[in-house]
């Protein structure tokens, strides 16, 4: 079921979850639903959530070439699964939030490092570009 998402004048809003032909929403659209602070009317706010793409990479948590979060997250669950049947501990990867502050990390520490040995060993072409 959609949000709809209205907004008054003294900015107060109100989210509605129905169907695109609900009796409520058309009220709401047509102006006719008042706000109980203001008692001005509603008026429609569009808003959008813009999905990140994943381009097709090797990852080097899973071992194996990704294009997908879908597919991301089915990989780390066989690399779980892998590891815990390996050590005998129970092990649950998942993906990790960087816009999360708590987790990204700090500095560039290391950076460099992963780059060059990746560039060694074939993985990953040389770049022009100093990490
Ligand atoms: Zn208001």
Known sequence: MPTYEYRCNCTRRREIVCSADDPTKALYD???MTCETCAETYT???SFRAASVMHSHFNDSVGEEVSSMAGF????KRKSDAVTARTGIPHDF???DWH???VAPKSDAGMKETHDRAV???RVEPSKKIL
């Open 100 to 102: 999360d502050p708590a």
């Open 73 to 76: 997250k089915d990989a780390l």
């Open 44 to 46: 429609r706010v569009f």
């Open 30 to 32: 047509a102006g006719r």
């Open 94 to 96: 998942q993906p990790i």
């Open 120 to 122: 060694a060993t074939g």
